[in-house]
């Protein structure tokens, strides 16, 4: 039995193939280094085939891949029993970073949980959001002795909280909460807790009027947010298994994906029913039928649920380009204890005699300034080399990666956005492009559609992030030729002629073709030649 400070697994889920590779490469780096020493074993699963299966189904493979590694010959772990026997021996972390990136391009390669974070580190590998999270996730107390411990905790933002103050001694689920204001609290998981601790119901994304309707809203006028941190013990996490283990179940993961909060924490509570489940489940987006949804409430409904609230509790969100900017800027100002000196959040750069930023309000990182770079403000540019001067207009975004294109030859990605451009949002529903309607902006460059997205996509499904915009270059250098796009009215008809016939990408496209390899090496390059 390992000591109770020490895990078992660490676990990262990944949404296909090539970004796990990436994530356990950088995990394993961290390891060759002496970090990560309290756990055994580490590894990143994708999805399953490259199929996106929700928070849920990729928790439901990595407990089943823990249980192939862990079961004896003869006993494969199938049976409600011999799963709980091998999972109340261990301690297992899983993260969720599997994601596009989709409001976040320029860190696709990497995804949100490797993005670097700006502030000091001893570490010959920089910092980033996973050294922050696994630092406080790995120093989680274990749950009662001989219990067994899953923690699922979300790699998407950065939590701010003290793990000394959290204990897991329930039976069951123990969720880490934090108090909110109801209009915060409606974009999140919603507790509604007894005075004991254990938890009435979970509401999914409810507006500031349903949590009114369930009792959300404590006397103190706030609500008890979900902060994405669950630790199950043992029989819980067995439990969760077998709930999935039927065929309908099992294609239901496969076919619609699984959400976490959704299909599983809905089914929780004292107070919870099978028409409160439905309800609140179909309200939240699923599309699984009813009959399977009751099959899942009787399973489900049976594990217990506390929460845990922690005052002091915090989020800073690095999920799109705009909160590089505003988190990053609050991170160095808590780290400090102080506001900034400089709201220029230069990160991992190798800056040259003759280079420099100035710029207020500006995200700078992976990049080789050897000539003065001037923002204009909330820029954000990342893995560009500036060997001439160079100067990009408010709110302007650029960012360079290396891949292969669509004949496998190297190229480099180049993509010139807004730092508020809305990548999700379909063409329909207001998508810009450079600050500008997307529609809009393709008009003025006289870009038909359908050089644009394949005619078999969907109108409502046309957003930015399968927009084919972004050229790709032999040389790096080039993306001043590609300049203009952030002001698409002072083109030339040359300009706007050389984008119609480019070699163009979307940012789907350059996620899965961008070399994963390359843009950590030039990180560590970049971090050498700094020191």
């Known amino acids: ?86 999972l109340r021996r261990l301690r297992i972390l899983i993260v969720h970073a599997g994601g596009d990136s989709r409001r976040l391009p320029a860190y696709s390669p990497c995804g949100k949980i490797f993005i670097p974070l700006p502030g000091d580190s001893r570490s010959a590998l920089g910092s980033t959001l996973f050294d922050r999270l696994a630092a406080a996730f790995l120093g989680l107390p ?54 004991d601790g254990s938890v009435r119901l979970y509401l999914q994304k409810p507006d500031v009027c349903a949590q009114n309707e369930a009792g959300a809203i404590g006397l103190d006028g706030r609500t008890v947010l979900d902060a994405g941190v669950m630790s199950f013990d043992g029989s819980a996490a067995a439990r969760l298994l077998r709930a999935f283990r039927t065929p309908p179940a099992r294609e239901a993961i496969l076919s619609h994906g699984i959400d976490l909060y959704r299909e599983v924490c809905c089914a929780l509570g004292t107070e919870a029913t099978l028409a409160h489940y439905v309800k609140t489940a179909r309200g939240s987006g699923s599309t699984l039928d009813e009959a399977l949804l009751a099959s899942l409430f009787a399973e489900l409904h049976q594990i217990p ?28 100002a808590q780290d400090q204890g102080a506001p900034p000196a400089t709201t220029i959040l230069a990160i991992d750069n190798d800056v040259q005699a003759n280079g420099g930023i100035d710029g207020r309000e500006v995200w700078v990182e992976g990049c080789r300034l050897h000539a003065p770079l001037g923002l204009r403000g909330r820029n954000v540019v990342v893995g560009v080399d500036v060997f001439d001067p160079l100067e990009l207009p408010e709110v302007a975004c650029l960012d360079i990666s290396s891949g292969l294109d669509r004949k496998g030859c190297e190229v480099c990605f180049i993509r010139c956005c807004g730092v508020d451009d809305t990548f999700k949002r379909p063409v329909a529903e207001g998508a810009t492009f450079c600050g500008k309607p997307l529609a809009e902006w393709l008009l003025a460059a006289g870009a038909p559609v359908s050089g644009i997205w394949d005619d078999e996509t969907p109108e409502a499904e046309r957003t930015l992030w399968n927009a084919r915009m972004f050229p790709a270059e032999r040389e790096h250098g080039a993306f001043r030729q590609w300049l203009w796009m952030f002001d698409v009215a002072s083109a030339t008809p040359e300009q706007k002629l050389a984008f119609r016939s480019a070699d163009r990408y979307s940012s789907a496209e350059i996620a899965v073709r961008a070399d994963h390899a390359t843009f950590y090496a030039r990180r560590t390059a970049l971090r050498a030649a700094a020191k």
């Open 142 to 195: 274990a749950g009662a002795p001989g219990a067994g411990q899953v923690v699922i905790a979300s790699g998407d933002a950065l939590i701010r909280f003290d793990p000394a103050a959290v204990r897991f001694p329930a039976p069951g689920i123990t969720a880490l909460g934090a108090p909110a204001s109801p209009a915060e609290a409606a974009r999140h998981g919603v507790f509604c807790p007894n005075a």
């Open 1 to 86: 039995m390992p000591n109770r400070t020490d895990w078992d697994y660490l676990i990262v889920t990944a949404a296909n193939a090539p970004q796990a590779v990436a994530y356990q490469a950088q995990i394993q780096l961290r390891r060759e280094i002496g970090e990560l020493p309290q756990v055994r074993h580490v590894l990143a699963i994708p999805d399953q085939d490259g199929r996106r299966v929700g928070s849920g189904g990729s928790t439901l493979e990595c407990l089943a891949e823990v249980l192939r590694r862990e079961s004896q010959p003869g006993d494969d772990g199938s049976t409600l029993n011999s799963a709980e026997a091998i």
């Open 305 to 332: 649920l506390h929460v845990q609230v922690l005052d002091g509790c915090g989020f800073l969100h690095f999920g799109s380009t705009s909160q590089l900017i505003s988190s990053g800027l609050e991170l160095v």
